[in-house]
């Protein structure tokens, strides 16, 4: 399974029903794009994070190196 993407939560339709009654529509709005919001957040928290983290290894990488010297 593909997880969605803020661009995918964006883009979402959702269609109406004829034969039973459906969704508030500008609820479900209003929730995909809260949904799209935290998606966003904790896409960017999650590459700052990686970031932090590659920086760090390297860091550490690096004074076991000059120890070994």
Known sequence: MRLLTPHD????TLDTTRFRTGYDCDQVD?????????????????KATSIQLRDM???HN???????K
Do not use: F, G, Y
Request: glycine share 0%; hydrophobic share 35%; charged share 25%.
């Open 9 to 12: 939560v964006h883009t979402a």
């Open 57 to 59: 290894v390297d860091q």
């Open 30 to 46: 209003r929730l995909l794009d809260q949904c799209e919001t935290t998606i966003r957040i904790l896409a960017q928290t999650l």
């Open 62 to 68: 690096n004074a076991r190196t000059k120890e070994s």
